[in-house]
């Protein structure tokens, strides 16, 4: 079996979701292309090649279709999710929906998806699809949205329940990665579930970051809408704790509505994202000391911790 070290595996990656992309059928071809024009760092791809090096610092052709596939699957929900939000960008470049259409975007992020299942069934250890799980994650990265949806404009909703819906609909796809590098590299069970938990972590980490950049940076630096969250009707954690220390606020939402420039004052005067970033603390050190718990060779623990602290920057 060819093994690649962890630089050639990554390109090879690039190649494998570029090939998918633009070789596909010449009905789905331009659409798919588009996409390519708004590739991101590919943090879940690079969890699973880091999650599957071995002791000697090289992973295998299945981690390298796993990792394109569960990129590809990203890249499907994505696309839905820009539908969703109406958004106009993404990464800097015109979304799918707003350059073709929703019903064109719909079907692109369902072939997508279809697409990134072929290629985990087509590994050569057919085992390794069973026992990596694709299509349980999936399920719960499609609940996970739903049950946000569930709870659009829910100015009731608690911090519990929005951790849960974070928990499927973003830390279920980078839990996938990790578990599918560790069980393709043959990690013992016990190693496998501790994986798992990492990817949960820094998914949870990710999509906490993610909230706090909605109220901080710009269209510029994000490459995507932001102060937007509140007007579609997605409510997060730094404003649920602001409306639980703020009850009157909250009333005030409810009866009267509030505007952009309110929340914003409002969950600077909670600390709401200093509360937020005391969460990404929690679950950082618990990815730390799980991944130090590992005995993985130097090379390995390194690049697990700089996912970690990428998730924690949201450079990604």
Request: net charge neutral.
């Amino acid at each position: 079996m060819e093994m690649f070290t962890y630089e050639k595996a990554l390109e090879q990656v690039k190649q494998e979701i570029n090939q998918a992309l633009t070789r596909s059928p010449r009905m789905i071809r331009e659409y798919l292309t588009h996409l390519t024009l708004s590739q991101g760092k590919m943090i879940r791809a690079v969890s699973v090649l880091t999650a599957a090096l071995d002791q000697d610092g090289y992973c295998s052709y299945e981690a390298i279709r796993v990792a394109a596939a569960i990129e590809i699957i990203h890249l499907s929900s994505l696309v839905h999710d820009d539908i969703i939000d109406n958004a106009d960008l993404r990464r800097g470049h015109e979304t799918l929906q707003k350059k073709y259409g929703k019903r064109t975007a719909v079907i692109c992020g369902d072939y997508l998806l279809s697409l990134a299942l072929k290629m985990i069934t087509n590994l050569e250890h057919k085992n390794k699809y069973l026992e990596i799980q694709i299509p349980d994650y999936i399920s719960k990265l499609c609940l996970g949205e739903l049950n946000q949806h569930i709870n659009n404009h829910n100015l009731d909703l608690s911090m519990f329940d929005y951790i849960k819906i974070i928990g499927g609909k973003t830390a279920a796809l980078f839990e996938a990665s990790f578990f599918a590098g560790a069980v393709i590299t043959g990690e013992s069970q016990k190693n496998c579930k501790k994986y798992a938990k990492i990817g949960y972590y820094i998914g949870m980490i990710f999509q906490l970051m993610d909230d706090c950049m909605d109220f901080e940076t710009t269209v510029e630096t994000m490459k995507k809408p932001v102060q937007s969250d509140y007007e579609q009707g997605v409510i997060t954690l730094p404003l649920i704790y602001t409306f639980f220390q703020k009850p009157e606020f909250a009333r005030k939402a409810k009866v009267e509505g509030i505007s952009r420039n309110e929340i914003n004052q409002a969950v600077e005067d909670a600390k709401g994202l200093g509360y937020t970033r005391s969460i990404v603390t929690r679950y950082y050190k618990k990815a730390e000391k799980l991944i130090q718990s590992l005995s993985l060779i130097a090379e390995k623990e390194d690049k697990m911790l700089s996912i970690l602290n990428k998730s924690a920057r949201m450079i990604a």
